[in-house]
């Protein structure tokens, strides 16, 4: 904390990073405004809706216009642009119909600006901020495992904290015979989405710092007891050439996988694929060239009105391919896949991370803040021309 007003103090000439700099701190912090707006389809009114929109992205997005205007000239000389080409293309895709996305990628897009016009120091920094205050809830997921509660504390309940209790309609937990254990969210929306946090920190140490061992990030990842990251972060633990360490933490992982299997009805997974099962034949039902190539963001809305579900039942596809495919198209999935080539040039196995945590969820794309998180990721694989080799 101390760091923080140190660098606030130091830097009041250069405000607009500030203020960017907190929109990256508070990515795990899910607190959100609700915008109301009239909808208009080809120039017609047709009722009012309504979007959240998170503080992060308020910020970035405030902080992006001052720092645009104030450089005379972009920098926009990387290698091959796959990252701008895709956050433009969903930008454009989602204008008319998905204001909530809209804001998404342009918040994303307006950290890829201006980290790539930040020198080098301000980037590093601007890193590790943000993996500190992912270190901030490695705390927070504890206390809530231990006590199987959140901590009531008026600023994290301001700043995003659930209340975490049984009778928290949708509450995620593991189900046993007698008792059900209630998975940690952390200040976030869901667990899983705190394991892709916990993920981003720990790829973020490995690239900035190789010989270093992210065993807070894993052992976090644990408490949230979601496979997917946890066997991720496994993955990016096999860069580290401390075996005795991967060993002992793959072990862990077994005996995570075990805990999750001795759910009575392990009913997550089985909704998992039966939505997955659904959501292909609906898409295949309603395919048609002009959706096969841009996508129908609408579709999904149409497939969830056509369910008997409950407010908190209502999920995405867990697969961000086929979430990117059904509402953004092949043009969509060709720019991914761009992107994650050129991950897997520089690290297999961070790459392997990252497509493992999308094939099995879809947070990436429907938490307001995945995208900038994934950007964040990506640029680390990019050469920015003021770097030294």
Known sequence: MRG?????????????????????????FQKSLELTYPGFFFGKFQD?????????????LVSSVFIILSKKKLKLELQQNWIVLLLIYLSINSLIQNLTFLFSSLSALATYLIITNLNKSQRLQTYQYFTYSIFFQSILVLYQLVFQSNTNLKLLTFLGEPVISESTKGISKIRFDEFSLLRPYGTTQSPNFLGYLFLASSIITQKLNPKTLPLITYLSSLTTLSLGAITANTIILLNNKNTKWVLLLITILGLIVLLRISDINYQSVTDRIALLKNFSINFIENLNFLTLILGDTNSSLIFYNNLKTLPWEIQPVHNSFIFLLQNF??????????????????SRLIASAVILIMLIDHY???????????????LLFEKIPDDQD
């Open 364 to 378: 990436i794309f429907t938490n307001p803040n995945g995208l900038i998180i994934f950007v964040l990721i990506s």
């Open 4 to 28: 923080l007003i140190h660098l606030v103090k130091t830097n009041l000439k250069n405000s607009p990073y500030i203020i960017f700099l907190f929109g990256i701190i508070l990515i795990p």
């Open 48 to 60: 009012l809706q309504t979007t959240n929109v998170t503080i992060s992205i308020i910020l970035i």
């Open 329 to 346: 198209g092949l043009v969509g999935i060709f720019l991914l896949t761009k992107i994650l080539i050129n991950i897997s040039r520089k």
